[in-house]
């Protein structure tokens, strides 16, 4: 089990920055991987970044070069930089933790922090 809170959500106006924050109930090494994802009323859910136990990192091309994932494994948190925000990067941000077994896969969810870029 994994609980997932997430902070740092906000009104921002565009060309600007936050910083959203996931703090994991144990110890990230344990979860295989952590990810952002984000949905816009009306669109699916879409993987905006992801980083593994190991480092390795994959960002939708949407956000590529703006937006950067990190971990901080003494504090359990993950965090997500957001640079150079544009107005379509609006929407409900959900933090993602998945622990992997031989024969499952258990996806664990924050509740979502709300980002709003205005034009």
């Known amino acids: 089990q994994v609980q997932l809170v997430e902070s740092g959500g906000g009104l921002v106006q565009a060309g600007g920055s936050l910083r959203l924050s996931c703090a994991a109930s144990?110890?990230?090494?344990?979860?295989?991987?952590m990810g952002w994802y984000r949905q816009a009323p009306g669109k699916q859910r879409e993987l905006v970044a992801g980083?593994?136990?190991?480092?390795?990192?994959n960002y939708a091309d949407s956000v590529k070069d703006r937006f950067t994932i990190s971990r901080d494994n003494a504090k359990n948190t993950v965090y997500l930089q957001m640079n150079s925000l544009k107005p379509e990067d609006t929407a409900v941000y959900y933090c993602?933790?998945?622990?992997?077994?031989?024969?499952?896969?258990?996806?664990?969810w924050g509740q979502g922090t709300q980002v709003t870029v205005s034009s």
């Open positions: 993602n933790a998945v622990l992997l077994g031989t024969y499952y896969r258990n996806d664990y």
């Open positions: 144990r110890s990230i090494f344990s979860i295989n991987s």
């Open positions: 980083i593994t136990a190991g480092g390795s990192r």
